[in-house]
Nanobody, 115 residues
Framework: QVQLVESGGGLVQAGGSLRLSCTASGSIFGINAMGWYRQAPGKQRELVALFTSSGSTNYADSVKGRFTISRDNAKNKVYLQMNSLKPEDTAVYYC?????????WGQGTQVTVSS
């Protein structure tokens, strides 16, 4: 059984930084991609960053140059380093792992950026 748990969210002033962590409770096999999504109140969920099976990374245009996704396979973790945060980054951030068998989602962590 696999579970994803996000942590690292919180309240930060504009221009500040946060690092989100996603920890898998069990081994995950056949990973195609790992990513971070976010959803703000009244808005659709959007892809923020993606780490593909080939090792490539993709970012939403709105976060390019500010956010960095990384992973630690030995610890079953994926991270999202968020720098130069803006109020529009405020959202619940979700970890997502796509495998050949199943997609896994965390329950989210709140990120609030004040002006």
């Amino acid at each position: 059984q696999v579970q994803l748990v996000e942590s690292g969210g919180g309240l930060v002033q504009a221009g500040g930084s946060l690092r989100l962590s996603c920890t898998a409770s069990g081994s995950i096999f056949g990973i195609n991609a790992m990513g971070w999504y976010r959803q703000a109140p009244g808005k659709q969920r959007e892809l923020v960053a993606l780490f593909t099976s080939s090792g490539s990374t993709n970012y939403a245009d709105s976060v390019k140059g500010r956010f960095t996704i990384s992973r630690d396979n030995a610890k079953n973790k994926v991270y999202l380093q968020m720098n130069s945060l803006k109020p529009e980054d405020t959202a619940v951030y979700y970890c997502n792992v796509i495998t050949v068998f199943k997609d896994y989602w965390g329950q989210g962590t709140q990120v609030t950026v004040s002006s």
